[in-house]
């Protein structure tokens, strides 16, 4: 059962992620990304990760939301060309062949984990690999965090200064 | 811009950089590329000019571009190996992927396209910056990388002399021409990268000197194109007398400083048994020496026609200080007789 939903997962990500590369209208485009974004983060979770993929699809929500309303504003297209006009489809069609070719390529009969998420992945486990990687970034990462804050504060200031007064910032 | 702001902008400069010199782990040292490529950003666009905008955008996404993958680089070979330490990179596919990120930071040739766009959108000072200070970090990472492919160091070397070379040559606007000097140079320290690391580093602080009194000569005579250089004589004749030997230096001519890097590589890449890879460095630092030589031709070895009053600019005062110009110039002339010290100074 839970080969088949991988499997699945698998490849709704595959299919999501040409979808995004076969170069729809931006409004499709980050449509397929919300895709890509949920069967990845549901490919972690199947692989262990369940924390991580809960964070990650926090932050993928509140990026797909930004660029949702950048799509819906700067890039609106009277005629948006979904995945059924002419030259999406064949790209679409091209990057499926691709992917097809290079499975075949790479196909090997033995099949084994690639990946979990800090060693052991017992069901209802209550140290999880992530979760114990977390609690080591606040014990042990402190001085490292207060460089990512400063990062991003930096960021801000950064971003205040670029978009800074309508008449002459970067924005007009 | 606000003081407190370009305060905290500069000294961010500072920390990023600094924040990777003292790393030896990838996570630090990505930060502290990322710290450097948002503090310059302001700076790139103060002027609010849409080309400055367009030029501070496409830099953002390069650099974002090069560091995710440089992110992506580090996190595959902290899945692969367990570790995180730059100098311990054992797997061959973080290694090249690294190298081929940090060659898109500092553009090396066949990811060097955006860096004339760039620099040829932003004013001379901060043009400056990028072309230096932003080429520390992330060069100190690729010296710090153990090359697993070593076919791969020669080829953005080779490309990066070549391409630098060429591309230069049809310009007439200078920020361009720098752009493609500095990639030619590049491909210089790159291609003796994985033979001698301790000449990657004299070569860079050499051409740091180097282009340093370039965009400050350009700046005192306030041009951008070819053109304006004609001029340069009425202004300050003194400076453009020694622009033509300074631009001479960067194109590598034997009794200046600019010979120096070139000689201990071509040297060093013989020793190696790569003749032909030296060979073809050499001759495509004829293609830059063409570039340069048209510069010192229109700059010094011409007198434009101009009428009375416009001879007489060098009878003000400048306006702007000298001094590190007069000191870089020097270094950029006069320093090949001390190649034996520097050599020894310079020892990784």
Known sequence: MMTYVSCFFLGGFILSMIAVACNPSPFYGSFGLVAVAGFGCAVVVGSGGTFLALILVMIYVGAMLVVFVYSAALAADRYPESWGSGGVAGQAVGYLLGVMVASGFFWKEEYGVLWGFGGSVEELAPQRGDIGGVSWMYSLGGPLLVISAGALLLTLFVVFEVTRLLHRGAFR | ?348
Do not use: C
């Open chain 2, 1 to 348: 811009m606000n003081p407190y702001v370009l305060a905290t902008l500069l000294f961010s400069l500072g920390l990023g950089t600094t924040l990777t010199f003292a790393s030896s782990h990838w996570l630090l040292a990505w930060m502290g590329l990322e710290i450097n490529t948002l503090a310059i950003i302001p700076l790139m666009a103060q002027h609010n000019h849409p080309r400055a905008i367009e030029a501070t955008t496409k830099y953002f996404l390069t650099q974002a571009t090069a560091a995710a993958m440089l992110l992506f680089a580090s996190l595959t070979n902290a899945w692969l190996t367990g570790q995180w330490d730059i100098q311990l990179m054992s797997h061959p596919l973080p290694t090249t992927l690294a190298s081929l990120a940090l060659a898109l930071k500092i553009g090396l040739a066949p990811l060097h396209t955006w860096l004339p766009e760039v620099l040829q959108g932003l004013d001379l000072p901060t043009g400056l910056i990028l072309s230096t200070w932003q080429k520390l970090a992330p060069l100190t990472l690729l010296l710090q990388l153990q090359p697993m492919n070593s076919s791969l160091l020669i080829i953005l070397g080779l490309t990066s002399t070549l391409i630098g070379g060429w591309g230069g040559l049809n310009q007439t606007q200078l920020r361009k021409i720098l752009a493609y000097s500095s990639t030619a140079h590049l491909g210089w320290m790159v291609l003796v990268l994985q033979f001698a690391p301790s000449l990657t580093f004299l070569t860079l602080i050499i051409y740091l000197t180097m282009t340093f009194s370039t965009f400050l000569t350009f700046n005192l005579n306030n041009s951008t194109t070819i053109n304006t250089l004609a001029t340069s004589w009425a202004k300050a004749p003194v400076i453009s007398s020694l622009a033509p030997l300074m631009l001479l230096s960067l194109g590598g001519l034997p009794p200046l400083t600019g010979f120096m890097p070139k000689w201990l590589i071509l040297q060093e890449l013989t020793k190696q048994d790569l003749a032909p890879a030296a060979t073809l460095a050499a001759l495509s630092a004829l293609l830059s020496l063409y570039f340069y030589l048209r510069l010192s031709y229109a700059m010094a070895l011409t007198m434009a026609p101009n009428n009375l009053t416009g001879t007489l600019p060098w009878r003000l005062l400048p306006s702007q200080h000298s001094l590190p110009l007069a000191i870089s110039m020097t270094a950029s002339l006069s320093l090949l007789p001390l190649t034996p010290a520097l050599t020894a100074l310079f020892t990784l």
